[in-house]
């Protein structure tokens, strides 16, 4: 049986002699979220993406109704919007549709034609996100690879599971997400996150950087004196709003513990420590894994990743490694220097100039690992750029000599 149906009922008009959510209490398999006659009630549903539809008394005040309708659809162009009224004549169900009615039922309601309606909403949420995981990625210390893996990870996902995916870039003051794609975002998430700001999907929609390869961008801010302008309680609410919107959210966090990296990590579903096998790495990765549980993520989210394995200058094993934190290793990124780091001067993901790396297959078995409940295939890990290389043409073999 499908997800039920999450529902919120508008009714402005109440002037129905019979109430107005009676008969939306017969349908099985929907969730009355509850009722409402304010649109500021009813935009705090749609701000944090918790309902599919929204039921609509268009009334007698049909003006009024239509341009509640108008509201909904450029808030939330995902949620249904079912218009009901008294008058069935051809143009009040075209005018309707034309301000953003998916479908159209006349009062008193059948119920036949009621559900029949739902269903037809119900068909076009199916593709829907119902559920997100956040994954958040930070470094043991400066040069550990961090960037490089967050974005990888993220085009990795959007790839294994055929969905986009969002990459916000929490490195207020020196991130280099925008760079590790060679993009310069117009908008960033000082944009979405001041004080005065309240973020919905259609700020979002906007504020978004769209990469060509499934994965979309919430940039840190142009300037290093907008850091402060991002606020965590609007971070919080942004971070809500995009999870209504991918699958799947990774943030490249900063090594800091403030009240920002805090709103991320406290509920994230991951959050990846990326060191290398080296003492003072494992040092500052033991140091912020006790920090992150201090911030409040759970001791089950907080995984290990090695990255930059088999180098010559290891002098540590990574069951060392294991036995240290007591837990195993969430995964292993081979040294790969000389590719990852001409995909970093080019800003190309590294599938696009090495699809073969052993640390592209490595990330993108993470990825796998992640997103193992929406894995649209069986295969397994494959060395192909496809889709990818077509966007990032970098010049021929420049950067590539020893």
Not at 243 to 249: D, S
Request: one cysteine or more; hydrophobic letters at 40%; a negative charge.
């Amino acid at each position: 049986m499908p997800d039920p149906l999450r529902i919120c009922l508008f009714d402005a008009d109440l002037s129905t002699e019979e109430p107005f959510r009676a008969p939306f209490e017969t349908l099985n398999n929907v969730l009355l979220m509850g009722e409402t006659s304010t649109w500021d009630e009813l935009r705090e549903w749609l701000r944090h993406g918790k309902l599919d539809m929204v039921a609509v008394n268009l009334g007698e005040r049909e003006q009024q109704g239509l341009a509640i309708v108008q509201r909904i659809v450029d808030m939330s162009p995902g949620c249904g919007v079912l218009g009901v009224s008294r008058r069935t004549d051809p143009q009040t169900i075209i005018t309707a549709m034309r301000a953003g009615c998916s479908q159209f039922v006349p009062w008193p309601v059948d119920h036949q034609d009621l559900v029949a309606a739902v269903e037809r909403i119900r068909a076009t949420r199916s593709t829907e996100v119902r559920t997100s995981k956040r994954i958040c990625v930070i470094g043991s210390s400066g040069g550990a690879g961090t960037t490089t893996v967050a974005c990888n990870l993220a085009m990795e996902l959007a790839h294994v599971t055929n969905r986009r995916c969002g990459l916000v870039d929490l490195n207020l003051e020196f991130g280099d997400v925008g760079s590790s794609f060679d993009c310069n975002p117009a908008y960033t998430i000082a944009d979405v996150c001041r004080q005065e700001v309240e973020a919905d999907r259609l700020l979002l929609g906007k504020a978004l950087h769209e990469l060509p390869c499934n994965v979309s961008i919430l940039a840190r801010p142009n300037k290093l004196t907008e850091a402060i302008e991002v606020q965590p309680e609007r971070l919080e609410s942004t971070l809500q709003v995009m999870a209504t919107m991918f699958p799947f959210v990774v943030i490249d966090l900063p090594r800091s513990a403030n009240p920002v990296s805090t709103i991320a990590v406290r509920t994230a579903d991951r959050v990846l420590v990326v060191t290398q096998l080296g003492v003072p790495f494992i040092r500052n990765a033991t140091r912020i894994y006790d920090s992150l549980l201090q911030m409040g993520a759970a001791e089950g989210s907080v995984e290990i990743v090695l990255n930059r394995c088999n180098a010559n200058f290891e002098r540590i094993a990574p069951e060392e490694v294991e036995a240290h934190f007591g837990q195993p290793i969430f995964a292993m990124i081979p040294n790969d220097y000389r590719r990852v780091q001409t995909s970093l001067d080019f800003g190309h993901p590294i599938v696009a100039d090495a699809p073969s790396s052993p640390a592209r297959l490595a990330i993108q078995q993470m990825a796998r690992n992640l997103a193992s409940d929406q894995v649209t295939d069986d295969q397994a890990p494959t060395a192909t750029a496809g889709f990818f290389s077509r966007f990032w043409q970098r010049p021929a073999k420049v950067g590539r000599g020893g």
